[in-house]
Nanobody
Framework: EVQVVVSGGGLVQTGGSLKLKCTLK????????????IGWFRQAPGKEREAISC????????HFADSVKGRFTVSTDNAENTVYLEMNNLKPEDTAVYYC????????????????????WGQGTQVTVSS
């Protein structure tokens, strides 16, 4: 089974930056990182989980939710099967547990990337933005 390993959360002041790391660990050879969609989600206390980004190296696409567009970016290290979520100009409302998820892009149905259903999830990492 594909493992999703997430790291990089923490405490930051308003206006600061954090970089989250999401690495896919494949059980054997033969898996292709380029075939995977990577989704970033967050869930704040008392709120529903929010899809904030979806990207695919193989498809050459990256999407962001309006709530983070212009402040968050995604970069990849394809050799390390890793995607980074770089979060800039952080606001208190960005405080949440952040999750990374992955699945084969070909398993995704429809065009609404925020509704994509992922099979593989990493552990959450807390991001706290103080005012």
């Amino acid at each position: 089974e594909v493992q999703v390993v997430v790291s990089g959360g923490g405490l930051v002041q308003t206006g600061g930056s954090l970089k989250l790391k999401c690495t896919l660990k494949f059980p054997t050879v033969g898996y292709d990182f380029y075939e995977y969609a990577i989704g970033w989600f967050r869930q704040a206390p008392g709120k529903e989980r929010e899809a904030i980004s979806c990207s695919s190296t193989g498809e050459g696409v990256t999407h962001f939710a309006d709530s983070v567009k212009g402040r968050f970016t995604v970069s990849t290290d394809n050799a390390e099967n890793t995607v980074y979520l770089e979060m800039n100009n952080l606001k208190p409302e960005d405080t949440a547990v952040y999750y990374c998820a992955a699945d084969v892009w070909g398993e995704m149905y429809g065009n609404d990337w925020w509704l994509f259903d992922y099979d593989y999830w990493g552990q959450g990492t807390q991001v706290t933005v103080s005012s």
